[in-house]
């Protein structure tokens, strides 16, 4: 049955495999390599408002390194409470700039008063001449969090508090075979310890209905196949064009895992520009689509596909973390993203996003809708990241979520 989703699935999208130069890995259309004289960012404000004598030219040259950090207050996912943020992104350009994408970090280590922490790194790596590319995503994270369990049976006030340490780390080296085309391996880790609820009358096979990674500690181990298609050039703030991230894992028993599953995962986006002949004015429109499906009975339950828990973690605005889990997750998102400045300082977004899964009955039986509403404001514009402020609500829940860089 899984074939006839992942064939519906490819119907939603669009993207150019025409013949092209080899020589040319970065598109012709590359808005990144825009005249940022004519923008105004927050780094421009600061120096206006407290300007030095000896204050040298932001942009000399071939500069490579840009760093943004924000330190803020916002809700954490899993009803603790708010807690302390700081936000840091680097965008680093490893090769020339008309033949290299840029490449990024993001640490955002978080905590509250309330036993939760988190330290996250997540990398995008770009070699000279896009050659090579290596994404990776290292995790150490304390909960609680809430869980609904399989399906959408449960009402959002049927929910139980599930603690645990998490410890990723995923790794993927992947070649270029054809401009924009990469393929390579990887290795994907999962750690969870003492997996349990915070309510001593509530047993998580019980409640879930599911018997593998719900009680105790569940380890989960595997290699991956990975073939991707980037005709972007800045995952920090995408400009127009394509993508494509196909993972298939394997997770065997030799290398470790608790349980032998697998699980396959398809990421397309488009991005489409309104106004191509002035690539200094945002007024995009940004469409986001993928299946996540776990391949095998034994899947833990904790690592079956789950809404927010995509790799970035960054899907299902408007609607709780760990909301919706099943065997089988489709997802769909559309925002619309517009300058309010001409410099380019303020702008706004609009998005909508809906998900559908299998667990307590079959997939595209329930929908799940979210929308929301977000301001822009330039950070760095070297870099064009911007901080994100976004509002956004579905039916029982609402949350306001600040970030650097997009969503997608």
């Known amino acids: 049955m899984y ?76 009803g603790v409470g708010r807690a302390l943020i700081t936000s840091t992104t680097a965008g680093v350009y490893l090769g020339p700039r008309q033949t290299t994408n840029i490449s ?39 909960y609680p969090q809430y869980t609904w369990g399989l399906g959408s049976a449960n009402s959002y006030a049927e929910r139980t508090m599930v603690d645990y340490k998490y ?40 409640f879930t209905g599911y018997q593998y990674g719900v009680n105790g500690n569940s380890f989960s181990s595997g290699i991956s196949l990975n073939l991707l ?24 028993k030799f290398l470790g895992s608790q349980e032998s599953w697998r699980s396959i995962y398809i990421d397309v986006r488009k991005y489409i520009s309104l106004n191509p002949a002035n690539p200094n004015q945002q007024n995009t429109l940004a469409f986001w689509s993928y299946l996540w499906k776990s ?36 997802y769909f998102e559309a925002e619309y993203r517009r300058d309010i400045t001409n410099n380019g300082l303020l702008g706004f977004v609009l998005f909508s996003n809906v998900n559908t899964l299998s667990g307590s009955g079959t997939i595209f039986r329930s929908w799940h809708p979210a929308a929301g509403t977000g301001l822009r404001i330039k950070f760095n514009k070297g870099s064009n990241t911007n901080i994100g402020v976004d509002y956004g609500f579905s039916q029982g829940y609402r949350a306001i979520m600040v970030n650097l860089g997009e969503a997608f």
Do not use: M
Request: positive net charge; proline residues 7%.
């Open 104 to 142: 990024s970090a993001t640490f955002a280590p978080y905590f509250n008063f309330k036993g939760r922490f988190g330290l996250p790194l997540r990398t995008s790596i770009w070699l000279p001449d896009n050659e090579w590319t290596i994404q990776g995503d290292t995790r150490f994270l304390v």
């Open 167 to 206: 410890i990723r780390f995923y790794q993927a080296v992947l070649k270029r075979i054809k401009p924009y085309l990469f393929a390579g391996f990887g290795y994907n880790l999962d750690y969870r310890i003492n997996v349990r609820s915070e309510e001593a009358n509530v047993d998580l096979r019980d």
């Open 3 to 78: 074939k006839k989703f992942i064939a519906v699935f490819f119907c939603f999208a669009y993207f150019n495999l025409s013949a092209q130069n080899v020589a040319t890995v970065v598109p012709a259309s590359d808005t990144t390599l825009k005249d940022t004289s004519r923008q105004t960012d927050l780094i421009d404000i600061v120096h206006d408002i407290f300007p030095h004598k000896s204050q040298k030219k932001r942009f000399t040259g071939d500069k490579t390194v840009y760093f943004s950090v924000l330190p803020f207050s916002a809700s954490v996912p899993g």
């Open 295 to 330: 391949l095998s009975e034994k899947t833990p339950y904790l690592d079956l596909p789950s809404t927010g828990w995509d790799p970035g973690n960054r899907s299902a605005r408007g609607i709780d973390q760990n909301r919706y889990r099943g065997r089988t997750l489709l």
């Open 229 to 252: 298609y980037d005709t972007r050039n800045n995952s920090i703030n995408p400009l127009p064009g394509s993508y494509i991230n196909v993972i298939y894992r394997n997770n065997p």
